[in-house]
Each structure stands twice: as structure tokens, then as C-alpha cells.
């Protein structure tokens, strides 16, 4: 996405959340599809499945803060320099990150696309007894506050990734990795330069 294309701190945190976000959904989906994959799909198999992504990942992308995800690109790439120092630039950035990125992350988002890979992942883990019995289960009073809950928690686990990024730089280990680096990189960053 073009997010990366900037290089801004913000910008890798926006994508870090969003690669965290996918990583779990398809980990959700293969961790509850462990009983096979459904091994040729029916209209009744696929008509489950669609009622399963609406719940799932569906909502979820439903949810995506659409505004806010181009408002960081709108930040990142405001950062720079060049924006900073071309009036002309700052306003064209702005009027790009609320215009053509926007609809541009809109669009792949909601996409028939998108929708369709993410679908076919989980034909390969989920079987109709799986699909089946998590559709049992949110019919449930139990279910449907489990399913509430835990859409609720993503927003607050993403909230507190975005928040751990923030002082990953102050993190004991990521201190420890960066003498690290010095240590170990500079030394040959300097022979190589000899040569």
C-alpha cells in the first residue's frame, strides 16, 4: 500500500497494526479450521462461510478507521521536508491524502478482491462442521457477547500495539539491539569504506 512509501514512523506503525491484524485474522481461521479443509465447496457450505465472514473479518473490515488510516498518511508524508518547506506541496499532500488515498484504501478494503482471498483461506481450514458449530455458538447468548467482546477487545489490542510502538525505542531489548547494531555493523561499515 502506499502507506509504506513514505517511510515515516507513523506510517510503519499504521502498517504494523494493519500486518498484526491480518496475521491474527488468518491465524484465527486456521487455528479453528484444525478438523480439514472443505474439500469441495456447496452452495449451503458457501452460503455459511459468507455468514461467517460477515461476523468475522467482514466487521472487522467494516470497522477499519478509513479516515484515520489516511490521516496518518496524510501526516507522514506532510513530515517531509520537502512538504514542509513548499507551501504549494503541503496543500496538494492534504488534498491527496483526503481524496485519492482515501478512496484508493477504501476501494481494496471493500473489495471484491480482498474479500474473495480472504474467503479462500479459510476454505482451505474451515470445514462445514466448523463453520457450523461457531454460528451455533454466536446464536447464543454466550456467543453473541463472546463475539461482541472479543471485536471490541481487536480495537483495544491494536490500540495498545500502536501504544507499546510508541516506546518500542524504549524497550530494554530494543535498547540492547541497537548497541548491538552500532557494535557490529559500524566496524564493517567503516572497512568497507577503506576499500
Known sequence: MARRASGSSTQGKAAMSNKVFYAG????AMTLGAGGAQAATSPQYEAVLDRYYDLTYGHQIDQLNIDELAEKFREGAASKP???ACPAL????????????RKAISEYFHS???????K??????LS??????????????????FLEHSQ???????????????KMDQAPAFQAMMTDMV???VPVMLTCKKK
Open 120 to 125: 479462500d483461506a479459510m476454505r482451505k481450514r
Open 183 to 185: 557494535t557490529k555493523l
Open 82 to 84: 520537502e512538504a514542509k
Open 152 to 166: 471490541a477487545a481487536n480495537v483495544d489490542v491494536e490500540r495498545a500495539i500502536d501504544q507499546m510502538t510508541d
Open 90 to 101: 503541503g496543500k496538494a499532500i492534504d488534498d491527496f491524502s483526503k481524496n485519492e488515498f
Open 112 to 118: 471484491p478482491e480482498l474479500e474473495a482471498e480472504i
Open 25 to 28: 485474522a488468518l491465524a484465527l
Open 128 to 145: 462445514q462442521a466448523d463453520l457450523d458449530a461457531f454460528l451455533a455458538f454466536v446464536a447464543t447468548p454466550a456467543g453473541k457477547s
